[in-house]
């Protein structure tokens, strides 16, 4: 029998521990390590400390030397992206060379930043610190920086604020938060943590987040949601991570043909006494929809009466904003909608749109032609759209799906808000219990 082939996914501490500890421990097959970064396997605790003061070397970072791969016969396939994993016929997809077929795939994928969706993000010397290359850009520019703004104070906001003043650059942070590292510390702790930075000389902005950031190319000022102007030449934003688990299970599909289509709208509502579930089978995997038939009867109507046609079988996901909304329904896949009747139901008062929460589009005041059809799938603890949008129902199982989905418009891996790679809706189907 020839010897069994190891994938790793994801070429960091998790994945490179793991490649070496195979080896260490005996395992003689074929290990392939495959990694997105351009870097062999290091450790990152270092980059919001020793390494940003410039304190520590490269090499020291590394989970094995350099050369420790090549001589114990661990492939590395580094600068390469795992695209999708197919369980059943035991292959990855790669961005770049042929599919590997594996006996066993371990998946060490870890986390992503979580992006900040506000207006000027994309400018110059924004930044969020995960790499190496992230770290070295940042000690670079930081510099040459007059003034330096940290969004966040969790861990990495607090020690990459605490390491630049200690070199000398001048620092201001703005967290939405009472104090530093409220979630994990609560008041009394972050407090400390707080007047000790302030006794450092960071400037601290609490209970107010950065509504935009402004400049001519390169940024020169974050404007609060208080409305202060912080002037300054660089910002690290450490506002949380995401799980990386986009390349954990969606199997590649071709895009759908997106066909123009009409449909007149239901006459009969749905059992308000009965259970209705809508399970949305996806090629990242399923999802399941209980409607709100009691508080939104023609929208559940018209959204059973679209799922008993076929309409959402074949159209994608066509828009991703990452922590927020995944949305779906739009046969043609451009914003313009479907069918064209409108969901006239209000949502219920204090309705939140929250993690899972269904909504569809929209009241009878949308023009013709851009509601009744699309859905919207809420992926933040709180998304805040506005009560617009009729309440379809709420995800009850399956929401790690949708989280996977809500991930692939990931500006932080290249994403615009359009699906980085194509999420067909297979089928959806409705059950009644
Ligand atoms: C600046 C910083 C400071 C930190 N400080 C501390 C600390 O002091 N103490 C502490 O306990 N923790 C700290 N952490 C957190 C710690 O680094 C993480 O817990 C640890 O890195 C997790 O390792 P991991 O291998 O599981 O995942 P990750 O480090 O997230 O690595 C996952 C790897 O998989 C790659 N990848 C993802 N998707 C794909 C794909 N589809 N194809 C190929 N490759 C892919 C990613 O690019 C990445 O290289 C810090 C993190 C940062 C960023």
């Not at 500890?21 to 980059?47: C, K, M, N, S, W």
């Not at 204090?350 to 569809?360: I, L, P, Q, S």
């Amino acid at each position: 029998m020839p010897p069994e082939t190891v994938v790793v996914v994801g070429a960091s501490l998790a994945g490179g521990t793991a490649a070496a500890t195979l080896r260490d421990a005996g395992f003689d097959g074929r290990i392939v390590l495959i990694g997105d970064e351009p870097d062999l396997p290091y450790q990152r605790p270092p980059l919001s400390k020793t390494y940003l003061r410039g304190e520590a070397a490269r090499e020291t970072l590394l989970v094995r030397p350099d050369d420790w791969w090549d001589t114990q016969g661990v492939e590395t396939r580094l600068g390469t992206r795992v695209t999708a994993i197919d369980p059943t016929a035991r292959t990855v997809m790669l961005t770049a060379g042929e599919p590997i077929v594996f006996d066993r795939c371990l998946i060490a994928t870890g986390v992503r930043n979580r992006p900040l969706g506000v207006p000027g993000a994309d400018l110059e010397g924004v930044v969020h610190l995960r790499t190496i290359a992230d770290c070295d850009r940042i000690r670079a520019d930081a510099a040459q920086a007059g003034h330096v703004v940290v969004v966040g104070m969790g861990f990495i906001g607090a020690e990459v604020a605490a390491s630049l003043r200690s070199t000398g650059v001048d620092v201001t942070v703005v967290e939405i938060f009472q104090t530093a590292l409220f979630k994990v510390l609560g008041p009394r702790l972050g407090g400390v943590l707080e007047s000790i930075h302030r006794d450092h000389g960071v400037t601290m902005r609490f209970n107010d987040g950065v509504a935009r950031f402004e400049g001519s190319g390169r940024v020169e000022r974050v404007v609060t949601r208080d409305g202060d102007v912080i002037e300054c030449d660089l910002v690290v934003i450490g506002v949380g991570t995401l799980p990386a688990t986009d390349a954990a299970g969606c199997v590649p599909v071709p895009r759908p043909d997106g066909k123009e289509r009409t449909e007149k709208k239901p006459t009969s509502k749905l059992d308000p006494n009965k259970t209705y579930d809508v399970v949305i089978h996806t090629n990242c995997g399923d999802f399941t929809v209980r409607l709100a038939v009691k508080t939104a009867p023609n929208t559940t109507a018209s959204f059973a009466s679209l799922v008993g046609k076929g309409f959402y079988d074949g159209t994608v996901f066509h828009r991703i904003v990452p922590g927020f909304v995944i949305q779906g329904g739009d046969p043609t896949g451009n914003g313009t909608g479907g069918p064209g009747y409108a969901t006239v139901d209000k949502p219920p008062p204090g309705t939140r749109y929250t993690h899972g929460v269904v909504a569809m589009a929209k009241t009878a005041a949308e023009p013709p032609g851009t509601g009744g059809s699309q859905f919207f799938v809420v992926t933040a603890p709180d998304a805040q759209l506005p009560p617009d949008y009729a309440l379809l129902g709420k995800t009850v199982k399956g929401l790690d799906v949708v989280d996977k989905i809500g991930q692939l418009g990931d500006p932080a891996t290249g994403g615009t808000g359009t699906p980085t790679e194509t999420v067909a809706i297979q089928k959806a189907t409705l059950t009644v219990h």
